[in-house]
């Protein structure tokens, strides 16, 4: 199970905090950025599109620089290899259905930087759409291991998210925000038992 850093505790505190309504659902409009300052370059807003895609709303400027990407307004899912699509959707899934606080660890890569480990924690939202619809987005705070970036960060330099490969989640884990997690998930047990080593993730 991953250890969540001070940060992380701070984010998963600080939605706890949020005021939840009849169905357990936290809002958008609650989540005030100048609440959290400390995390705010690390913060990164996905919005859940009907097709199951994952579109990235808004990156924090120091998860972008770590990544050496620029990502606002891409397909999180074309960072992926395509045996990853499933389980995490499911993984977002579950976040809303519980609904419940998720960690998660990325092994990966994007071309001009290395990143080892980017340790994640997400937390379910709704917000007001068009016409009064409310629409599922996930709020993500994370923390990065062993970061070397070879290209700079300046943003005329950063690439798109399809040239970043994501090679592999690890250690996925529900965090309670007032209504208990979820047990015995299927889908992530045979995924956890079928991923490979860390020290192979760059093979």
Not at 130 to 149: C, L, M, Q, W
């Amino acid at each position: 199970m991953m250890v969540l850093s001070q940060e992380q505790q701070d984010f998963l505190d600080y939605c706890r905090s949020l005021p939840a309504d009849i169905d357990g659902q936290r809002h958008r409009e609650d989540f005030k950025a100048r609440d959290i300052p400390h995390l705010l370059g690390f913060i990164t807003i996905l919005t859940v599109e009907p097709d199951g895609s994952l579109s990235v709303t808004l990156a924090g400027s120091k998860t972008e620089a770590a990544l050496n990407t620029y990502a606002t307004g891409q397909n999180l899912l074309r960072s992926l290899l395509p045996r990853e699509h499933k389980v995490l959707l499911q993984y977002h899934q579950t976040l809303f259905s519980w609904p419940c606080a998720g960690s998660n660890t990325v092994i990966g890569h994007a071309r001009g930087s290395s990143v080892t480990a980017m340790h994640c924690i997400s937390c379910p939202f709704v917000a007001s759409g068009r016409n009064g619809a409310s629409k599922p987005i996930i709020i993500t705070y994370s923390r990065f291991d062993n970061v070397h970036t070879v290209i700079s960060g300046d943003i005329n330099t950063r690439i798109g998210l399809d040239t970043m490969q994501a090679r592999q989640f690890q250690d996925y884990n529900f965090h309670d925000i007032g209504f208990g997690t979820p047990k015995n998930l299927s889908f992530l047990e045979e995924y956890q038992s079928r991923i490979e080593p860390v020290t192979a993730a760059f093979g």
